[in-house]
């Protein structure tokens, strides 16, 4: 038995933030019902095409575990569908733009009436208040929620990072909610209301950010590199470059072959336990003892001194060869891996957490699994659906049409075309 199994998920999510969370509970076990707009589905089943016909990896690897309906909700019978699938679900989900889903006419009341039961989950760009009916990007908010104003080098623009935070990490803020939401509703027997505002999500994630940004008031920022090279601070948590946050000096230094192969560096922190044996390790066995150099304070101004001659050392090795020596010895290193690595790494493979599906229409190919693992609940990975490949079963097993009723359905052009050949 599947944790979420008996769930049903209608899940009106699109693009990448609230698919990220469907494909999540659907990984968990909940039977996740993805509603798509008639012939033409989620918008990316057609963004970033590789293989030409097929759906995209943009949405094949986003939707795994989950069963596809054509319905188009602004028709009348389709309102009718869409009523009934509220009736059935326990959670409905949906990353419209602000509005749409009440101008189809499913406000959060109408569907309480529905169904007092149904927990109603939505990821919005921002919360209420002056940007509330602003339509938001994975970058819009990681700008908004302060990740790109501390991301990047000091002497540079903000800069964007490649974790989708804004997107990912706002669907599994949401999807947090919604179990928990689940969770109350055992004892309340009530739906809820979650909503999480992709600004919250990227805040939430930034936090230590908000941390520094008030112990700014006590005093410059010992731990920032900007500290160590006398650069005054301003009125902002400044941009840290790949500082480590957590107050241990940290960077990027390069290693073997760095010159052909663009990943070929490590990440390195000096942490004040491990001083000795990165000394011993390096060669330079005096600075355990020598003035200036053997106790952390005292090594804030001579950061770049020190990395520079660490790298000296890390030039000689590979990533992997650095990280086979350090981690023996707990200094804490670790080695940059590209996605062509991670690609390969058969560690991952067999915890699942990298996976190869098979697809009709695009053959096998990779993909993230379930980075949450459940010993009772393993997740297994299944392929994404095919736009409307499970219309029909949806319409009679979860909703009870048969007969007359069910070809009026389908007839009044609400569900698109029935796909009775549907490939496995
Ligand atoms: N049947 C009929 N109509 C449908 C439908 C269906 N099955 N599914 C969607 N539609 C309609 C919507 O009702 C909406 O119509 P109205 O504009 O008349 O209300 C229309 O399709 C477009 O929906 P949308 O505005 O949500 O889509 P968009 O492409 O214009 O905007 C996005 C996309 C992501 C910017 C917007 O949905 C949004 O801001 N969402 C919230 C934040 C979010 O999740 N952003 C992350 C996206 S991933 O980077």
Not at 51 to 60: K, N
Not at 137 to 145: P, T
Request: aromatic content about 6%; charged content about 25%.
């Amino acid at each position: 038995m599947k944790a979420l199994e008996g769930i049903k998920i209608l899940d009106f999510t699109h693009v990448q933030s609230g698919p990220t969370c469907t494909q999540l509970l659907a990984w968990f076990g909940a039977d996740v019902i993805k509603v798509e707009r008639p012939g033409v589905g989620d918008a990316t089943r057609k963004q970033l095409v590789d293989v030409p016909g097929a759906d995209s990896l943009y949405f094949t690897m986003l939707n795994h575990n989950k069963r596809s309906i054509e319905l188009n909700s602004k028709n009348e019978t389709g309102k009718e569908v869409l009523t009934r699938l509220v009736e059935e679900c326990d959670v409905l989900v949906e990353n419209f733009a602000p509005g749409a889903l009440d101008r189809m006419g499913f406000s959060w009341e109408r569907i309480q009436q529905i169904n007092p039961r149904l927990i109603m989950a939505s990821i919005k760009g921002f919360g209420p208040g002056k940007y509330e009916d602003c339509k938001v990007y994975e970058n819009v908010a990681q700008c908004a929620g302060g990740s790109a104003s501390t991301t990047g080098f000091l002497d540079g623009p903000p800069t964007v990072t490649g974790a989708q935070i804004g997107d990912s990490g706002t669907g599994l803020h949401l999807a947090l909610g919604i179990v928990t939401a689940l969770f109350q509703r055992e004892k309340s027997g009530r739906g809820q209301r979650v909503t999480c505002a992709m600004q919250d999500g990227v805040l939430n994630l930034a936090r230590v950010k908000m941390r520094d940004q008030q112990r700014l008031a006590a005093g410059p920022l010992k731990e920032y590199s900007q500290f160590g090279e006398g650069i005054p601070f301003a009125e902002a948590t400044p941009r840290a470059g790949n500082d480590s946050g957590g107050g241990q000096p940290g960077r990027i230094l390069k290693c073997k072959g760095w010159e052909q192969d663009p990943n070929a560096y490590t990440y390195f922190i000096i942490q004040a336990a491990v001083w000795e044996k990165v000394c011993d390790v390096i060669g330079e066995p005096e600075w355990k003892t020598k003035e200036g150099y053997a106790k952390p304070p005292e090594r804030l101004d001579k950061l770049n001194e020190i990395f520079d001659r660490i790298e000296e050392w890390t030039m000689t090795k590979t990533k992997f060869e650095v990280m086979d020596i350090c981690n023996p010895l707990d200094i804490p290193v670790g080695p940059i891996l590209s996605m062509k690595e991670i690609s390969e790494d058969e560690g991952l493979f067999a915890t699942g957490t990298m996976v190869k599906v098979d697809h009709p229409e695009r053959g096998e190919y990779l993909s993230v699994g379930c980075p949450i693992k459940l010993s009772d609940s393993p997740a297994q990975v299944r392929r994404s659906p095919l736009l409307g490949e499970h219309t029909e079963e949806i319409l009679t097993d979860v909703l009870g049409y048969g007969g007359d009723d069910l070809e009026r359905v389908i007839d009044s052009g609400a569900v698109g075309e029935i796909k009775r050949d549907a490939a496995d």
